[in-house]
């Protein structure tokens, strides 16, 4: 018989704090009421607002696929990875909030809520960017030594 009423005390108070968690503005108003009338100072529960993902709010859902034929595979992961950074880099540059950006294989799934306009969109990321990977050669050195000195003959070595 001991253990049922522990059982609904624990019940009660799970339903408590849950009542907390999803009504924080009715708790406040009552706690408004009880510093008003009683001369209680209780401290406020943090409101959140409720973020709308792209079934209630609408916006853009883009699909990339990313060409790794020439990739090894040991590098995939981490190709991808930083292409989800940049992708991430770009949206955030605009302060669209709530975007989403993961990596799913080869792929790359793009969420930007409150963007109705695909054309908008695809304009904010970059207008489906296209990734070349290269891999640095042995005439590297060379070539940029060459590049390095047409820019200091034009631009003279002051200015550097």
Known sequence: MKIKYINLI???LLAFFAGIVVFPAQINKAIDFADDNFS???PKIKEKDFMFGLDLQGG???LYE???SEIPAGERIERMEGLRNLIERRIDLFGIAESSVQ???ERLAVEIPGAHDL???MTIIGETPFLDFR???DDFE???EKKWEEIEEHFGKERF
């Open 40 to 42: 209680i100072s209780l």
């Open 10 to 12: 624990l019940i009660i």
């Open 119 to 121: 054309d908008e969109a």
């Open 66 to 68: 990313a060409d790794l």
């Open 135 to 137: 891999e640095i050669t």
């Open 142 to 144: 060379e070539k940029y």
């Open 60 to 62: 853009a859902y883009l």
């Open 103 to 105: 990596v799913r294989g």
